[in-house]
């Protein structure tokens, strides 16, 4: 009889819970080593807190449109609006934090998976030691997992008090709704949780170093949601880097490089994060990491230590949980002896939270650009599509890029509201290399936002190349 492998995983994430359910799934003897609870950052903190915050603002924002439509108020005075209660709203979303990450514990625990509250680190070849409340205990393992994650990095002279200078982890447990408040970094993070805010009834500026916001995203979408955000009232600045923030009497006073200050009631940093791979063990293990403190991983999640694989944002792969999720299960699949496929990055559909959201897949249009791949492109304005009139959404478009010749789908770029549902097919075409025919060949909904998506592919097939 061949013994149970075991395995030994820091931290329950979505790269360190994922993966504890192959390993488990596979027959192997499994622990997870979680410092705060399960569901890691992502559920309790980052991805789940700001998706049910965006959730109600864009129901606010709602509101605000429905006289376009021909809906008014009856029974009220001229200056009828919808309020945000944020007492209200961050209690629902932190109990619905918990309640996911209670799930996600008990789906765990049910496939025998074996939960440690404390702190791990790699203490020797095969050897993971848990420091917790109860003391210090030593765990064997043929395999180990690292999925520590990362934290909200934060600048010298704006150091976060959890009161008025923020990081997006503290915004939570605030009691009232912002006056006025200054988003520092105009990422996804920054400018979907200045767009939450906004909704809610904010004023918000958002400083953004960049002559854009969004930098790392298709130009057109990131050009789209800074006219919106403009639009509402945002205050965008763009080529404006923060040098510091401190308190004042009334709020907070941001410093910008170039002298210029804004006064605001509150400021939220969000300008990157740090992984939390020092003093783990890391290095005397033989794991190599970059100069930023990233794990360096193949595409089955290996490290450069025997039998220590690494997955999720402490990888810097791609800092999103359905790739540290993914990551996590070629990890498990690829030590434990399954059948694995590597990690494919251009498969991955994602997805920015702004109104409207932006959702792209595969090949950018700026890979193209910049000479990376060749491939024709069709931008059609939603504009024109029947469903959007109807539903007065008067921004967005859709965006497919093909391979000339062989005329399969390479990449995608959806912006319209709720664009995460709607790239679905988009990446299903990528991932299975569909061509344009074959896409616009499928029959969508008449009258439906992916009207467009077949309306694209049927533009490409009559553009000659
Ligand atoms: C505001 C925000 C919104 C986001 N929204 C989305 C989104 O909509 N969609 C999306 O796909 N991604 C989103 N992301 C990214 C997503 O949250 C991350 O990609 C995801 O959390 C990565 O998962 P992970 O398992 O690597 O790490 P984490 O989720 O950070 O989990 C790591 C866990 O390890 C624990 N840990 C660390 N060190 C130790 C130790 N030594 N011992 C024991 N435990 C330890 C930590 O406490 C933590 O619980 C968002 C990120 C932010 C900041």
């Known amino acids: 009889m061949t013994r149970q492998r075991t395995v030994a995983i820091i931290g329950g994430g979505p790269g360190g819970y994922e993966s504890a359910l192959v390993a488990a799934a596979a027959g192997a003897s499994v622990t997870v080593i979680e410092n705060e609870a399960m569901g890691g950052a992502a559920v309790l903190t980052d991805c789940v807190p700001s998706k049910a915050l965006i959730a109600t603002s864009d129901f606010m924002s709602r509101f605000a449109s429905a006289g376009r439509l021909g809906v008014g108020f009856e029974g009220a005075g001229e200056d009828q609006h919808a309020e945000a209660h944020l007492i209200q709203i961050n209690e629902r979303i932190l109990a619905l934090a918990q309640a996911q990450s209670h799930d996600i514990r008990a789906q765990v625990e049910g496939t025998g998976v074996r939960v440690c509250r404390g702190a791990g680190r790699v203490s020797a070849p095969g050897k993971v030691t848990v420091e917790s409340e109860d003391g210090v205990?030593?765990?064997?393992?043929?395999?180990?997992?690292?999925?520590?994650g990362t934290r909200p990095r934060t600048m010298p002279a704006a150091q976060p008090d959890g009161d008025r200078i923020l990081t997006w982890q503290q915004i939570y447990d605030l009691k009232e709704l912002p006056e006025h408040l200054i988003v520092v970094g105009s990422g996804v993070t920054g400018a979907e949780l200045a767009h939450a805010y906004l909704g809610l009834g904010c004023a918000v500026t958002l400083v953004s170093s960049r002559d854009r916001v969004l930098p790392g995203e298709d130009a057109d979408a990131a050009l789209v949601i800074?006219?919106?955000?403009?639009?509402?009232?945002?205050q965008v600045l763009n080529r404006s880097r923060a040098k510091s923030a401190e308190r004042t009497d009334e709020g907070v006073l941001v410093t910008l490089e170039d002298g210029r200050t804004v006064e605001g009631s509150h400021v939220l940093l969000a300008v990157g994060s740090i992984p939390q791979t020092r003093?783990?063990?890391l290095e005397d293990a033989g794991v190599e990491m970059t100069e930023s403190g990233h794990i360096v991983v193949?595409?089955?999640?290996?490290t450069s230590a025997s039998g220590v694989y690494a997955a999720g944002d402490c990888t810097g792969v791609l800092p999103l949980a359905s790739v540290a999720a993914m990551q996590g299960r070629l990890a498990m699949a690829h030590a434990l002896g399954?059948?694995?496929?590597?990690?494919?990055l251009r498969g991955v559909c994602a997805n920015i939270f702004t109104d409207p959201e932006i959702a792209t897949v595969g090949y950018s249009q700026a890979d193209v650009d910049e000479g990376r791949v060749e491939a024709k492109l069709v931008t059609l304005p939603l504009s024109t599509n029947p469903r959007a009139k109807m539903r007065n959404i008067r921004d967005g478009f859709v965006k497919l890029l093909v391979r000339p010749g062989s005329n399969t789908i390479i990449g995608g770029v959806v912006v319209a509201p709720q664009a995460s549902e709607l790239i679905f097919p988009i990446g299903l075409?990528?991932?299975?290399?569909?061509?344009?025919?074959q896409v616009s060949s499928t029959f969508s909904v008449y009258p439906s936002m992916t009207g467009?998506?077949?309306?694209?592919a049927r533009r490409l097939h009559s553009l000659d190349y």
């Open 137 to 148: 205990e030593e765990i064997s393992a043929d395999v180990t997992l690292i999925a520590v």
């Open 226 to 234: 800074e006219n919106v955000f403009r639009r509402r009232g945002m």
């Open 279 to 281: 003093g783990i063990g």
């Open 298 to 302: 193949d595409r089955v999640s290996r």
């Open 338 to 344: 399954d059948a694995v496929a590597p990690l494919n």
């Open 429 to 437: 075409a990528v991932q299975n290399r569909l061509t344009v025919d």
């Open 452 to 456: 467009s998506i077949t309306e694209a």
